[in-house]
């Protein structure tokens, strides 16, 4: 498909741009790149533009891009939002479309990798389900393998230190097998374990397709300092391995931020690559800009290279209006903002361009939410100010530029703090109108997975946390629980929205949070900023981490913060944010079924929790005297009102707990379940995941208690059916245990985890037929799930069809090569058929990968026997009573 032709518009701006002042040397040398083919070793694949703010790197990338799209180059602009590698794709291809060339496989995957993702966080607690044949190990590393396979640990990020090759391929290998019951496609698994290695090569391959159609492909990455993070190994790879394929030798790449390349990682590529380094303007391109501006007055020249220092968006300002006078320029302290405002004749647009400063970003329908006039009119304003020598431009929306916005925010906060308020609070409320009616019809997982109703939310937290509403701070701090359930990514950006409305308001604390949160997020992922907000909160033992400053008091918990706590979790908000993500009691997780028994166990944190000392986290002494009446959830710092609503503080224990169930703490987990239930104790969804976990620690006597209770709150809550039938089979009750799966079955016919349990109580009742019929249901619905294959092999090899039955055994095995019950059930059954060798071969694997597996022991020891080596099937016989004794007890 040919480009688009060019608007009025576009051309008027392309001879705006010809007319570019300064960068000369780095536009030229960019310009001679796509002169010099890629076999030339002239040719640069890579430019990296760093400088301070204000020397203009954002100009001159856009300047590079419309030199390239001159050029016939199909280009891509990804700016500071994107968190993560999918997300930059997302916005390579629909820029890519609106030029002309869909990457059509591209945007089907990215669709799907979406759907995957969101279903996945069910999965994860099946994948760690212990079978009493010995699962493969490495459960206490799933969490952490599917935490970095979903996004919310970049790489392998901030878990990394914490897990050896072993413990991440074995965490992988169980998880990888939950998801593919779930979803039944190996593609599927992928996307969501690692969603580079299936998204980057297809993107490859469309761009080699492009590549037949463009001269070049040039793709820029704006705001490195904090993209980086995220899409820093990934480019790296791209453009120097073959891990993901070739790279087209026609693609071009540009990253922008303020600080040079990692050196360790990128020096040794200098031939490969250009370093642009950015410093104010040299006087000779001062004066050229100047020129252009009609600025030729020597006095004027000398002054503008006086006050500004040559940086580009102060020289650009000063010379605007042509002055002839350098009494006419004023004194750019503060960025220029007082001169601006001097150089503005219309006191009315004086007063625009300051108010159009408060939101982080613009369009037109914001702008209209700052300046109250008619449309016509606001079209017409909202045009001139596009054209300020401060405003950029990307994606339909206007940003000013730091060096001119944070003066602006400082000067309006000094001079009306009422009105800085009051305007503040307008644009929450115009975020809130439209984050309202965003959410109508659709429920909270829908609503956390769409990017502009995020957006939204965040813009509505920013302008409240700025109009300096009380409440805002307790609100936010909540709502970043649900965030982390979404990944590290999002949760980041609840973070920023902290560190953000904190410096331009001013507001230390609250900066504060973003900080700590931040650094957390970096630290230990998603549950160390988690376990931050529950030491906090006075709810948790644990070192002094907390935020500086906050003056924040420890000690008992206490019943007098749920009020107060209620109120700022109230205070502005509306709709699905403001409470649980699912109704409190209410079914969790009664959507599409699969494999995973606690599949409505979806949401992630970590950490241990216990009850709560007297230490003030913040204070530099260690302990804040505390009233006899206070409770440590329960403060003012500066004005603020910082307080977590009792459930809010239950949301934040419950996704602890999820994570430490997930890497197989599950004690540890309960004793968070504890403190959530004591703050929320009629939460159906809480005492289901106590009751699984009481149930994995064989504490059947509470399992029961608690998936009773569930139940009773909630008696369509099929993963609490489904977990107390599993409780039942285990003590042998298996009418009992088989009339709560037959429930949970009916709540969701096509819910696996149940169909395999009931098929479990089928062979202990001697219903074989009725137990295959289950299984071959399963493995219908999810064909490549590991755990079902290998349960249909045990049915058949019971059934005495065991070469049926060593082709579901090598199907789990090359599903889960580390499962260690399918190695030990295929041992066995190749005993049966003679294969007397292979079996011991198997047999000694399983017990490699599970050294207290006792069935695998008596298994061998029988082969032993038959081979007549009966010294070492006493041995093994032996070591099996033992351990069987000890598991018993």
Not at 409 to 420: N, Y
Not at 583 to 596: D, K, L, V
Not at 827 to 856: F, I, S, T, V
């Amino acid at each position: 498909m040919a480009e688009p032709k060019l608007s009025v518009q576009e051309l008027l701006a392309r001879r705006k741009r010809a007319r570019f002042v300064g960068r000369g040397d780095e536009r030229a040398a960019f310009r001679a790149n796509l002169d010099v083919p890629p076999e030339d070793e002239r040719h640069r694949f890579l430019f990296h533009v760093h400088g301070n703010a204000g020397v203009g790197k954002s100009y001159l990338v856009r300047e590079l891009e419309h030199i390239a799209r001159e050029s016939g180059a199909l280009t891509a602009y990804v700016d500071e939002n994107a968190g993560s590698v999918p997300e930059a794709m997302e916005v390579i291809c629909r820029q890519f479309a609106a030029r002309g060339q869909r990457f059509k496989r591209l945007e089907r995957l990215l669709v799907r990798f979406r759907e995957c993702r969101h279903e996945a966080e069910a999965t994860l607690m099946a994948a760690l389900e212990p079978e009493p044949e010995g699962p493969s190990a490495g459960s206490t590393a799933v969490a952490r393998a599917g935490l970095v396979g979903l996004g919310m640990v970049p790489g392998v990020g901030a878990f990394a230190a914490a897990l050896d090759a072993g413990q991440l391929a074995r965490g992988a290998d169980r998880l990888r097998a939950g998801l593919s019951a779930r979803f039944g496609s190996h593609e599927d698994v992928q996307l969501v374990l690692a969603p580079e290695s299936v998204l980057t090569p297809v993107l490859l391959d469309e761009l080699s397709e492009a590549a037949s159609a463009k001269p070049w492909t040039v793709l820029f990455f704006d705001g490195y300092e904090r993209t980086g993070a995220v899409l820093d190994d990934w480019l790296y790879d791209v453009m120097t391995t073959d891990r993901y394929g070739p790279l087209p030798a026609t693609v071009v790449v540009v990253t922008a931020g303020q600080l040079p390349l990692d050196a360790a990682r990128w020096s040794a590529l200098a031939d490969f690559m250009r370093d642009v380094h950015l410093g104010p303007f040299t006087e000779a391109e001062t004066r050229g800009l100047l020129a252009e501006k009609g600025v030729l007055t020597e006095p004027v020249v000398e002054e503008v290279l006086r006050l500004t220092g040559g940086l580009p968006v102060l020289v650009s300002l000063l010379a605007e209006n042509a002055p002839a006078d350098p009494a006419e320029l004023g004194d750019p302290s503060a960025t220029a903002v007082e001169w601006f405002l001097k150089r503005v004749p219309d006191r009315a647009r004086q007063a625009i361009a300051l108010a159009c400063a408060l939101p982080r970003r613009l369009n037109a329908d914001v702008f209209r939410a700052v300046v109250d006039c008619a449309e016509e009119e606001s079209d017409a304003l909202y045009g001139w100010l596009r054209g300020m020598p401060f405003v950029g431009e990307r994606g339909g929306r206007i940003q000013y530029h730091d060096v001119v916005r944070a003066p602006m925010l400082r000067l309006q906060r000094s001079e009306s703090p009422q009105t800085w308020a009051e305007r503040q609070l307008r644009l929450a409320s115009a975020y809130r109108d439209w984050r309202t009616g965003a959410e109508a019809g659709r429920d909270a997982e829908e609503l956390w997975a769409d990017e502009t109703w995020r957006e939204l939310r965040l813009s509505e937290s920013y302008h409240l946390l700025c109009a300096g509403e009380r409440r805002a701070l307790s609100a936010v701090l909540a709502e970043f629980a649900d965030a982390c359930d979404q990944g590290e990514s999002v949760a980041g950006r609840w973070a920023r929205v902290l560190v953000d409305a904190g410096q331009d308001a001013d507001a230390e604390p609250v900066a504060q949070w973003g900080r700590k949160l931040s650094g957390a997020l970096a630290d230990g992922g998603t549950a160390s900023a988690l376990g931050l907000l529950l030491r906090w909160a006075g709810y948790d033992r644990g070192p002094s981490a907390g935020v500086q400053g906050t003056g924040i008091g420890g000690g008992a918990v206490g019943r007098g913060s749920g009020a107060a706590g209620r109120g700022a979790l109230a205070s502005g908000r509306g709709g699905v944010v403001s409470g649980n993500r699912r109704p409190a009691g209410g079914a969790a997780g009664r959507g599409r079924g699969g494999s995973g028994g606690p599949a409505e166990i979806g949401e992630s944190g970590g950490g241990a929790t216990s009850p709560a000392g007297g230490t003030s986290p913040g204070a530099p002494g260690g302990r804040v005297p505390q009233r006899a009446d206070a409770s440590p959830n329960r403060h003012t710092e500066h004005g603020w009102s910082v307080a977590l609503a009792p459930e809010a503080v239950a949301r934040v224990a419950r996704g602890r707990a999820l994570a430490r169930g997930m890497r197989g703490e599950h004690r540890a987990a309960v004793a968070d379940l504890n403190l959530a239930l004591r703050l929320t104790p009629d939460d159906a969804r809480i005492l289901a995941v106590r009751g699984e976990y009481h149930r994995v620690l064989r504490d059947r006597a509470s399992a029961l208690r608690d998936l009773d209770r569930a139940v009773e709150l909630d008696p369509a809550h099929r993963f609490a059916r489904a977990s107390r039938g599993a409780v039942h089979i285990a003590r042998g009750d298996f009418d009992t245990a088989l009339a709560d799966l037959d429930r949970a079955l009916e709540l969701d016919p096509d819910y696996g985890w149940a169909l395999i349990r009931r098929a479990r109580v089928w062979r202990e009742l001697g219903e074989q037929d009725l137990r295959l019929a289950d299984l071959d249901r399963a493995l219908a619905l999810h064909p490549d799930w590991a755990w079902a294959r290998c349960e249909r092999g045990d049915a058949l090899r019971g059934a005495g069809r065991d070469e049926d039955a060593l082709a579901d055994y090598d199907s789990a095995l090359a599903l889960d090569p580390r499962y260690a019950s399918a190695h030990a059930s295929r041992g066995a059954c190749l005993a049966n058929l003679g294969r007397h060798d292979e079996a011991l071969a198997d047999l000694d694997r399983a017990l490699d990968l599970n050294p207290g597996y006792p069935w695998a022991l008596r298994q061998r020891a029988a082969v032993h026997r038959r081979l007549g080596d009966t010294a070492r099937a006493a041995a093994d016989e032996e070591r099996a009573d033992r351990l069987s004794s000890v598991n018993s007890s």
